[in-house]
């Protein structure tokens, strides 16, 4: 089935513009569109490409938007549904990361990230709740996941390494099988591959011959970035916090913190928390322009990468569903995924509920260790609150944002 493009262009604009919520959300408006409404794809369509995206690094729901338009109507189809999905969202992180490096330490706007932090801390618990009841099936998952949560929560373990790990053990358990590869064009692939692998890499050099330190350094961060993002945002954001907080200085941990909330409140995939954070980091380091720059270089590298695993991957994706090693690999790093959200949630809250956080430091060991005496009460009835709209009373994530915002400026301003 072959649909029009001004007819994709309409219905992926909606998508693109109602994408709030995360992937669970995204990817149930994409099933209501492209599934039930129209009968564009059938359901073991959608819920093979589903799986074959999971497998990938990226965002999950960003790709299989690409993957569907790709299908209904090739590479101008997968085009227009991915960057449909990606630009309205990125258009407003653009400028909320703009009104924030302006305004971001006004009184009224640090006491509206009150509330928003609180439930930031309740959303990320809530994904761990919900990623674990899908990935933890069997003894081994649950091993792994406490094992990745061990190596990231005392040992600091770098992100890769635990990614790289759990693939290992999922190829060595998955079994074998005695399907044939397809009989694919695998000279078409190679085309695709490094063709898209040019666009992604082009800006990145351009930065680099012309001498632009950041906008180079951005560039290869998060194109490493793109590689490792597997299980999702969450998933990655405690690598990529100790990266641009700790490592590379571009951001806080505050504005860390914020730009996760502002990624929470906009249309669109939440790793565009990478833009929050290269806009930052080129206003701190050469003001508007070089943050706009830096903005486009990291919704450059995140997203371009998502295209070329789609576009050289799509024609592979119903054998790849029959490859025991690679579905064995990909349960193994979702379970993997489980420990590193528990060690963000814990991350998240110590910073959110804690005034000073310290990290004691003895060999190996790193541990985070909060001052009890500086505990905010604000931040954690805002918390316990959110906690009991969004997962005791299933209200929706935008509606409690909201409230916890107002909330979060009522309790600052009553000291």
Not at 153 to 174: E, S, Y
Not at 336 to 363: D, E, K, P, Y
């Amino acid at each position: 089935m072959s649909i029009p493009v001004r007819e994709l262009f309409r219905v992926f604009l909606r998508i693109g513009v109602l994408s709030f919520g995360g992937p669970a959300a995204q990817i149930a408006v994409m099933h209501r569109e492209l599934v039930e409404d129209r009968p564009w794809l059938t359901e073991r369509q959608f819920l093979n490409a589903l799986s074959f995206c999971m497998l990938l690094p990226g965002p999950e729901a960003m790709q299989l938007a690409t993957y569907c338009g790709w299908r209904l109507n090739g590479l101008a189809g997968g085009l227009v549904a991915g960057l449909l999905f990606v630009l309205p969202g990125a258009a407003v992180m653009l400028g909320l990361a703009w009104a924030y490096a302006a305004f971001g330490t006004v009184p009224l706007v640090e006491a509206l990230f009150l509330g928003i932090k609180a439930t930031v801390v309740v959303i990320v618990l809530g994904a761990l709740l919900k990623v674990s009841q899908k990935a933890l099936t069997g003894t081994g998952h649950w091993v792994i996941a406490a094992l990745s949560f061990v190596a990231i929560f005392l040992f600091a373990a770098p992100f890769p390494l635990i990614i790289a790990c759990a693939a290992a053990c999922g190829v060595l358990t998955g079994g074998a099988s005695a399907q044939p590869a397809p009989a694919l064009g695998r000279a078409g692939t190679l085309r695709t591959v490094a063709v898209w692998g040019a666009a992604w890499w082009a800006p990145v050099a351009a930065a680099w011959a012309a001498g632009q330190t950041l906008l180079t350094e951005v560039g290869l961060f998060f194109s490493k970035l793109a590689i490792v993002t597997f299980g999702g945002a969450y998933a990655v954001l405690a690598y990529m916090t100790q990266e641009v907080v700790q490592d590379q200085g571009w951001l806080t941990t505050a504005q860390m913190m914020d730009g996760l909330g502002l990624a929470e409140t906009t249309p669109g995939p939440l790793i565009l928390v990478t833009e929050f954070v290269g806009y930052l980091a080129g206003a701190a380091a050469g003001g508007p322009g070089l943050a706009v720059a830096a903005a486009a270089m990291t919704v450059w590298v995140t997203f371009v990468p998502c295209f070329l695993w789609i576009f050289a991957g799509a024609p592979y994706i119903e054998w790849i569903s029959t490859r025991p090693r690679l579905t064995g690999a990909l349960s193994a790093i979702t379970a993997a995924v489980v420990g590193v959200i528990l060690n963000l949630s814990l991350w998240f809250a110590t910073h959110v509920f804690f005034a000073q956080v310290a990290t004691l430091r003895a060999g190996p060991l790193h541990l985070l260790t909060p001052d009890p005496t500086t505990l905010d009460l604000r931040a954690l009835a805002l918390a316990l609150a959110a906690g009991g709209l969004l997962l005791g009373l299933k209200w929706g994530l935008m509606r409690v944002l909201f409230l916890a915002a107002l909330a979060g400026a009522g309790l600052s301003f009553l000291g």
